[in-house]
């Protein structure tokens, strides 16, 4: 499977302010980009606390590239994903309706109660891992159901997690010309933080997009 992280941050690396409310880092050039990288692909991903932060929809924005699907035989949209290991998801996530498939990556340890809300809300559950959501695990049952191209739109703790793993192929990072500031603002990798051993990429180009810069990594 090829995983392709997708993410903007503002010049400090902050992926959005403290309080965790969705920040429009990103001009529309930017966001038809990201759009285009969606549309290419077969499943997007982001972590629950993305979900419970930004309410994201995930589908395509463009008509024209719902129909470029269309004529390739794909889905109008391409799959959701949400790494999700208690199933916390909102019933009510926008993410949850019937616009495309929506796979919720779960742990064993998932309440019985939600697992059977959310199954009735739409949702096609992944268990995959005890306590938490085994990304080698869940990317293996993926492919199974056809996922060959994974986008990941964040947060920064499954960002994280993905480097950890070593799972990620490419890295796109548009770098908007703004301060975000704050040292409990999320930042493109958080969780536990490397101390050794850091991943080393290979930037492949370098290309300025709104008033901003795109970065473009091999991983
Ligand atoms: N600018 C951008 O490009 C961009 C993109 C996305 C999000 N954001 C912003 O980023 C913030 C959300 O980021 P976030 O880091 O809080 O959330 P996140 O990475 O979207 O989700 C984190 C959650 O995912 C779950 N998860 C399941 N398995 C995991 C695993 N193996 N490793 C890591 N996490 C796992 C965990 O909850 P459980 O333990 O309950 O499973 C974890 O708390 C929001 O402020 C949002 O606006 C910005
Ligand atoms: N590329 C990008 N630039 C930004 O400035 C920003 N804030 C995000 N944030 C990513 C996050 O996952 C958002 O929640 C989805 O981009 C929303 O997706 P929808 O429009 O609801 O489909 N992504």
Redesign the pocket.
């Known amino acids: 499977m090829h995983v392709h992280v997708n993410?903007?941050?503002s010049v400090d690396g902050k992926?959005?302010s403290r309080r965790?409310?969705?920040?429009m880092?990103s001009g529309d050039d930017d966001f038809e980009r990201v759009d285009r990288i969606r549309a290419a692909s077969d499943a997007v991903l982001?972590?629950?606390?993305?979900v419970l932060?930004?309410d994201p929809h995930l589908t395509l924005d463009a008509e024209e590239l719902v129909a470029e699907r269309a004529e390739n035989g794909d889905s109008a949209h391409p799959a959701r994903v949400v790494?999700?290991?208690?199933a916390?998801t909102p019933t009510d996530a926008r993410i949850l309706d019937d616009a495309a498939t929506t796979y919720l990556?779960i742990s064993e340890d998932a309440p019985e109660a939600r697992r059977r809300e959310l199954e009735a809300a739409g949702a096609t559950l992944v268990v995959a891992g005890a306590e938490?959501?085994?990304?080698p695990a869940a990317f293996e049952a993926l492919e199974d159901v056809g996922v060959e191209r994974l986008m990941v739109?964040?947060?920064?703790?499954?960002?994280?997690?993905l480097f950890d793993d070593d799972l990620v192929d490419e890295l796109t990072l548009y770098v908007g010309s703004m301060v975000i500031g704050g040292r409990d603002a999320?930042t493109l990798a958080?969780?536990d933080g490397f101390v050794s051993d850091f991943p080393r990429l290979s930037l492949r180009d370098v290309e300025r997009v709104d008033d901003g810069v795109l970065l473009t990594y091999d991983c």
């Open positions: 993410a903007a941050t992926l959005s965790r409310e969705q920040v880092i982001v972590g629950v606390g993305t932060a930004d790494a999700d290991s208690r916390r990556l938490r959501v085994s990304f739109e964040g947060g920064g703790e499954v960002i994280f997690s999320p958080d969780g």
